[in-house]
């Protein structure tokens, strides 16, 4: 992905230019990955920009930042209203967020604790992550030989800078072999997620997802499609899956502030179809929810 430029970056409490926004190269977090973060979508609507669950996802960049005992000097409050002052500077209409806090330069060592935190936060156009035609009609997928990582190894309930090397591993497998996107599997060979997405089945009308505690981050795309899908009267499971339901599912999608909602047309080239009708009803809510078009998910919206 090219990263088109925009004017200002909030860094520290300050705006300052997006070419001027540098870090020294013995910064903690370039080499040891000890940083936390968040992606988050600003949609435009009929009365104007509004970030969806901005305050959510800064309640979930503090509780990361707060189990490394990074201490970010910003309440949440702070945070969103530094996203909506950042978003207004650039004069966009939607885009997406990219909020980063990392140690930062002055010690070097494993034990990060004495260097300083940096709290980041840059907006940027963008539209579709996995792309348009994903989005209408499915993308191939395939299970990875990359794990993912360990409730006790590197936990996905901290989204940490760290956590996405497997995903990288997987991503360039997955491409290398022609597929879109990869699925990959715990430990104890449980269906997890993609490499930055929930992934969810529907089967004899019943939508399930892996549970947190199979350690799938607990993402917030995916809480808005369960809620979504229980007030439509669908049955919705959290549950352990095996690898073989990923190809007997009448549907499959997967979910991601980036991705948003994604149907899934293959996995391991065996064909699941055309989106089914559950997956194109909650897309379609989906949508309709972040760009203000349904008045019963309001709340979500922090409007700019």
Same mark, same amino acid.
């Given at each position: 992905m090219s990263l088109p430029k925009t004017d200002k970056i909030w860094m520290d409490g300050t705006l300052v230019d997006w070419d001027a926004a540098q870090v020294h190269v013995l910064t903690h977090a370039l080499h040891y990955g000890s940083g936390v973060f968040e992606g988050i979508r600003c949609y435009e609507t009929a009365t104007g920009s509004a970030v969806f669950r901005l305050t959510d996802h800064m309640k979930r960049f503090e509780r990361s930042a707060r189990m490394l005992f990074m201490d970010l000097d910003y309440s949440v409050e702070d945070m969103v209203d530094a996203v909506k002052e950042t978003i207004r500077v650039n004069r966009l209409k939607h885009c997406y967020i990219r909020p980063l806090a990392f140690r930062g330069y002055g010690v070097m060592?494993?034990? #990060?604790i004495p260097a300083p935190v940096n709290v980041i936060i840059a907006v940027w156009p963008w /539209? /579709?992550?996995?792309?348009?035609?994903? $989005? +209408?009609?499915?993308? =191939?997928?395939?299970? =990875? =030989?990359? @794990? $993912? @990582? /360990?409730? %006790?190894?590197? #936990? #996905?309930?901290? +989204?940490? /800078?760290? %956590?996405?090397?497997n995903s990288s591993f997987a991503r360039v497998e997955a491409n290398r072999h022609g597929y879109a996107e990869a699925i990959l599997l715990n430990e104890a060979g449980m269906v997890c997620e993609g490499t930055g997405e929930n992934i969810f089945i529907v089967k004899d009308g019943i939508l399930a997802t892996p549970p947190i505690s199979d350690g799938v981050l607990e993402g917030l795309t995916r809480d808005s499609i369960m809620k979504i899908a229980r007030d439509k009267g669908i049955e919705v499971q959290a549950r352990s899956m095996v690898r073989t339901e990923l190809y007997t599912a009448d549907e499959v999608f997967m979910t991601g502030s980036a991705a948003e909602v994604v149907p899934v047309g293959s996995v391991d080239g065996r064909a699941i179809g055309d989106p089914g009708p559950i997956t194109q009803d909650l897309q379609r809510s989906f949508f309709a929810a972040v760009r203000g078009e349904d008045s019963n998910y309001e709340a979500w919206l922090d409007r700019i």
């Open positions: 060592g494993l034990d #990060p /539209t /579709t992550f996995l792309g348009e035609e994903a $989005q +209408k009609h499915g993308m =191939s997928v395939g299970v =990875s =030989s990359w @794990r $993912q @990582r /360990t409730v %006790n190894g590197h #936990p #996905p309930a901290i +989204k940490a /800078t760290a %956590n996405y090397l």
